[in-house]
């Protein structure tokens, strides 16, 4: 059974930089594409970025774009998602998510897409 578990988060001033980690054991994270998905209190859960099985390809939402970076440790079997310039408003529980796509090549930041989940980190933005 996938089972995802996210670290990383934390309290950062506007500026700053966090970098979110999703680990898997038992399970090759190299078999299914990753995303990262955020939810802030009284909204729905969004997209923020994708990688595929590959690596090659990598989606990101417009509000992260030029600030998160996404990216696979095949060594250590886990997924990056680099954040910098950090603003207030992306305060939210952080997820990573797995979809079982048999595409290598793309991915999705459609959190109805996703197959399993792990439970969250929470990433604050405050001065």
């Known amino acids: 059974q996938l089972q995802l578990v996210e670290s990383g988060g934390g309290l950062v001033q506007p500026g700053g930089s966090l970098r979110l980690t999703c680990a898997a054991s038992g399970f090759s994270l190299d078999k299914v594409a990753i995303g990262w998905f955020r939810q802030a209190p009284g909204k729905e859960r969004e997209g923020v970025s994708c990688i595929s099985i590959s690596g090659a390809s990598t989606n990101y939402d417009g509000s992260v774009k030029g600030r998160f970076t996404i990216s696979r440790d095949k060594a250590n079997n886990t997924v990056y998602l680099q954040m910098n310039s950090l603003k207030p408003e992306d305060t939210a529980v952080y997820y990573c998510?797995?979809?079982?796509?048999?595409?290598?090549?793309?991915?999705?930041?459609?959190?109805?897409?996703?197959?399993?989940w792990g439970q969250g980190t929470q990433v604050t933005v405050s001065s």
């Open positions: 998510a797995a979809d079982r796509t048999v595409v290598q090549n793309m991915c999705n930041i459609n959190p109805q897409f996703q197959d399993a």
